[in-house]
């Protein structure tokens, strides 16, 4: 049937027929779950609980931080061995959203205590070092051996670009980019478009603990092993926005790789409340675990460059690779097409690694000699794991009930751009790809519902479109 043949058949139609209209709903992001605090264990659980109650602070914004920091302490000690043999740092890259006033800063000072006391100890033994080189060089007669200078290390950095850090790690271990303004990150140097690309792919072999390599005409080549990174950024809601919809993000797998939660403000609920969050003794015996680890000197290769990791292996019980196989195959079948991860397949394909990993940040913390991870530890680190997954999901827009909406929304606007009448050909050889991907079945479904809900009627082999 031609066009005009359709038009003719549709004005024959009575256009008091239509039914009443059932708005389709509007797409929107559905609230965040509360974050599992004692899923982080009996010390950084209590201390992320004792954070956010004292601080009045979101849930996910002190587990955030409480679980940065202790990622940033472990990671130097110990890799978690995956039941495939496969070996993973504990490194872990931490973002979490929220907006001015919602006391990033304030969460962040509690859980990092320790780590910037270590930093400023640092900064001491640097400018003491730095002093005795330039008397030293002072005193240099001629012919006397050159003074080498001392290098500036930092536990953490704030604001770098990734050249600059991998500057630092030539002469350090392991490091932190930390900030509870994550803009200075995402909008940095390194970040710009022209240079995303290598910036994130740093940041990505920097995650996997993969050897790190650089050429430059003024350094020349540098090959960093057994280097360690983990991330913290706390981010306006805006850059979360933009950071999540960036292809390049999304397809090089860096949002794949993070733990990404943006909880609602407290702001209107936080009577004042005379507590110092610093006196609790949960958040005391967090700082004592941190401050044991940071002191601690990290195991190095015997034939490396002097910072070369070399971490020991940290094995799943029998019971927790039982549980841990059983949360993979669960994750895995529910990526499979039309199911509720499908659309979050990158993240959720890496679920049971972050959750490895959390595990032996969470094992290490508590005793930094472990060799193993138990069941019940595992268990927090797979509830941990499920709640970001659920962000992820979230954060996204990628749930099976929000891409059937925006699948719906799309369908209704290339039918009142084609319209008033639109063949079923049309449909599903034109319409976006979000929808023809769907096949002749799935496009039939979405039709019969947008039917249902009045906004179109069968014409002869095509729809009749209601006008907006």
Not at 97 to 115: F, I, L, Y
Not at 419 to 447: F, M
Request: charged share 25%; net charge neutral.
């Amino acid at each position: 049937m031609k066009r005009d043949e359709y038009e003719a058949v549709a004005a024959k139609l009575d256009g008091n027929a239509w039914p009443k209209l059932d708005p389709l709903p509007e797409v929107s992001t559905p609230k965040p779950k509360k974050f599992p605090l004692k899923a982080l264990g009996p010390l950084a659980g209590l201390a992320a609980l004792a954070t956010a109650r004292d601080v009045q602070a979101p849930d996910s914004l002190a587990a955030g931080s409480v679980l940065a920091a202790a990622a940033l302490a472990a990671q130097p000690h110990a890799d978690v061995l995956l039941p495939h043999g496969q070996r993973a740092p504990l490194s872990l890259n931490i973002i979490t959203g929220a907006g001015s006033g919602d006391r990033k800063s304030a969460t962040d000072q509690v859980a990092c205590w320790p780590v910037e006391e270590y930093r400023k100890e640092q900064a001491r033994d640097y400018a003491t070092m730095q002093a005795e080189y330039e008397a030293a060089k002072a005193s240099r007669s001629p012919g006397d051996a050159p003074v080498t200078p001392p290098r500036a290390q930092t536990l953490v950095i704030a604001k770098a670009t990734t050249e600059g850090m991998h500057q630092l790690l030539r002469h350090q271990s392991h490091l932190g980019l930390f900030t509870a303004e994550g803009g200075e990150m995402l909008a940095g140097h390194s970040m710009r478009e022209e240079r995303k690309a290598a910036g994130q792919a740093w940041l990505l072999k920097g995650w996997s603990g993969e050897t790190l390599d650089a050429l430059t005409r003024g350094d020349g080549l540098s090959i960093l092993v057994g280097r360690r990174l983990s991330m913290h950024l706390m981010v306006q809601p805006v850059l979360l926005r933009q950071l999540l919809a960036d292809p390049l993000a999304s397809g090089q797998g860096l949002l794949a790789r993070c733990l990404i939660a943006e909880p609602d403000t407290l702001a209107g609920t936080r009577k004042f409340r005379a507590v110092n969050v610093m006196e609790s003794k949960e958040v005391k015996a967090f700082h004592a675990k941190l401050k044991t680890l940071l002191n601690t000197k990290p195991p190095l290769h015997p034939d490396g460059d002097g910072f070369e990791l070399q971490p020991r292996v940290l094995k799943m019980s029998k019971e927790a690779t039982d549980l841990w196989v059983a949360f993979y195959d669960n994750v895995e079948e529910l990526q499979a097409d039309g199911k509720e991860l499908a659309g979050a397949r990158a993240w959720a394909s890496k679920a049971g690694e972050h959750a490895a990993r959390i595990a032996g940040v969470i094992t290490v913390l508590a005793d930094p000699q472990a060799v193993e991870i138990d069941i019940k530890t595992m268990a927090g680190a797979v509830e941990v794991t499920q709640f970001y997954l659920q962000e992820h999901v979230r954060l996204m827009g990628v749930s099976v009930e929000v891409e059937h909406l925006k699948r719906l929304h799309v369908l209704v606007e290339f039918l009142r751009e084609r319209g008033p009448i639109v063949s079923n050909n049309d449909v599903l050889q034109r319409s976006p790809r979000a929808v023809r991907n769907l096949k002749a079945e799935g496009v039939k479904n979405l039709l019969a519902e947008l039917q249902m809900r009045g906004y179109v009627r069968p014409v002869g082999d095509g729809w009749e479109v209601r006008s907006a």
